[in-house]
């Protein structure tokens, strides 16, 4: 496979992740860390969009909110157009049609993570804000830091400061 430009996720960074939840409030206070592989970013409003995407599903529309407390090295970088080859490239690679676009990226990702892969960022892929793929371990260099609920048309903050909840 072609070499790709990599890059470092700073330590102190704060990045968002947008989702939905079933289960009661002690659950949710338990609910640290999404499955992995999963999406972040740095700007609040890309998480905003993906979970206000999940308002069909049954369950409360989360965002959780963290900090990254150790950097983490090795994350693929790209603009858009570096994407759409890396993406047709890698899907090719893994034997699947390079030019399916209705593919699964949760099955890319889960493939190229089970090859070592760190993640991926898409530099302002949602115009602004940043597209970012990790593939787990986040106990390891994520810290939970807040959790939002969305309540009708605006967010609140859920429960106390997570401060430290890891």
């Avoid at 338990?30 to 999963?38: H, K």
């Avoid at 993906?50 to 989360?62: L, M």
């Avoid at 890396?86 to 049609?97: E, Q, T």
Wanted: overall charge negative.
């Amino acid at each position: 496979m072609e070499r790709w430009p990599r890059a470092v996720v700073p330590r102190g960074e704060t990045l968002y992740h947008g989702t939905w939840f079933r289960g009661t409030d002690a659950e949710l206070d338990e609910f640290v860390y999404p499955d992995a592989p999963a999406w972040f970013s740095e700007t609040r409003g890309v998480a905003e969009k993906f979970s206000a995407s999940h308002k069909w599903g049954r369950g409360r529309v989360v965002m959780l909110e963290y900090r990254v407390t150790r950097r983490i090295p090795g994350v693929l970088v790209f603009d858009y157009e570096g994407w759409v080859r890396f993406n047709r490239l890698a899907k090719r690679d893994s034997g699947w049609d390079a030019d399916d676009d209705d593919m699964d990226i949760v099955d890319l990702a889960e493939s190229l993570c089970d090859n070592g892969l760190r993640g991926w960022r898409v530099l302002d892929n949602y115009q602004p804000g940043d597209d970012l793929m990790l593939c787990g371990g986040y106990e390891s260099y994520l810290e939970r830091t807040a959790t939002w609920l969305m309540a009708g048309p605006r967010w609140e903050r859920y429960g106390p400061p997570c401060g430290g909840v890891r």
